[in-house]
């Protein structure tokens, strides 16, 4: 069995049920939302950037006209549950003011426009990284794209996913390439919680890990 059908295999009989009411979840939200939300999540856990999130949309209506025009004190203190307040309000900010002024503050219009192209246009907006544009071209347009956390660049890397190699596009085209098959949407998340309960930065569980033997990490303490 490959090393993606394993991890394929665990995160559907293990997590499926609970990534399927979050993907839904992330699904019905707006790309907006989505932006806010995938800058939020930097740096921070993801129970701080929900916190956060919920906070900002008690405050404001979350859409890029409301943020443009909300100043930078109140989106600030709404979410300094997340951390690093001022830069991720800033990105924010950024990112709706390009969006409010190329795109008219809406960005439904890239559900017409081909993967690559859209990708291009979205990567095009300050202040959001490639990690921001695929989780809005997954969750809010349904594109076939595995955006890629720390989690699911730290199994990459550990294993043979990535070849050894950091770099997020490569990274990202060689997990959409092993994992072509699979719900995206199942398999994004599902590697994230892999990430957060098995493969974790600090002490990994290998004794537990169905990929340990792909694993350079687990084979450099057993050697």
């Known amino acids: 069995m490959t090393l993606a059908k394993l991890l394929a295999q665990y995160i559907y009989e293990n997590y499926r049920e609970s990534v399927e009411e979050t993907a839904r979840k992330l699904?019905?939200?707006?790309p907006i939302d989505l932006l806010?939300?995938?800058?939020?999540?930097?740096?921070?856990?993801?129970?701080?950037?929900?916190?956060?999130?919920?906070?900002?949309?008690?405050?404001?209506?979350?859409n890029a006209e409301t943020i443009v025009k909300?100043?930078?004190?109140?989106?600030?203190?709404?979410?300094k549950v997340s951390g690093l307040q001022k830069v991720k309000t800033n990105r924010i900010k950024k990112a709706c003011e390009y969006i409010l002024k190329n795109f008219n503050g809406n960005l439904d219009f890239i559900r017409d426009i081909p993967t690559d192209e859209?990708?291009?246009?979205?990567?095009?907006?300050?202040g959001?990284?490639?990690?921001?544009?695929?989780?809005?071209?997954?969750?809010?347009?349904?594109?076939?794209?595995?955006?890629?956390?720390?989690?699911?660049?730290?199994?990459?890397?550990?294993?043979?996913?990535?070849?050894?190699r950091r770099d997020y596009e490569y990274i990202?085209?060689?997990?959409?390439?092993?994992?072509?098959?699979?719900?995206f949407k199942i398999i994004h998340l599902g590697?994230?919680?892999?990430?957060?309960?098995?493969?974790r930065a600090r002490k990994p569980k290998c004794s537990i890990c169905v990929v340990r033997e792909c694993c350079k990490y687990y084979c450099s303490l057993v050697k």
């Not at 699904?27 to 707006?30: A, F, I, K, P, Q």
């Not at 590697?191 to 493969?199: D, F, M, N, S, T």
């Open 172 to 183: 990202r085209q060689k997990i959409e390439k092993y994992f072509a098959k699979y719900d």
């Open 128 to 164: 959001i990284s490639y990690k921001t544009v695929d989780v809005i071209l997954l969750f809010s347009f349904n594109r076939h794209v595995m955006p890629v956390d720390v989690h699911i660049a730290r199994i990459a890397f550990r294993t043979s996913l990535s070849d050894g």
């Open 191 to 199: 590697l994230i919680e892999y990430g957060r309960k098995i493969c």
């Open 118 to 126: 859209a990708r291009k246009i979205l990567l095009q907006i300050p």
């Open 27 to 30: 699904s019905s939200l707006s």
């Open 70 to 79: 909300t100043p930078s004190e109140v989106i600030e203190e709404a979410i």
């Open 36 to 62: 806010v939300l995938t800058i939020l999540s930097h740096k921070t856990t993801s129970i701080n950037t929900i916190k956060a999130y919920n906070n900002l949309k008690q405050v404001i209506e979350i």
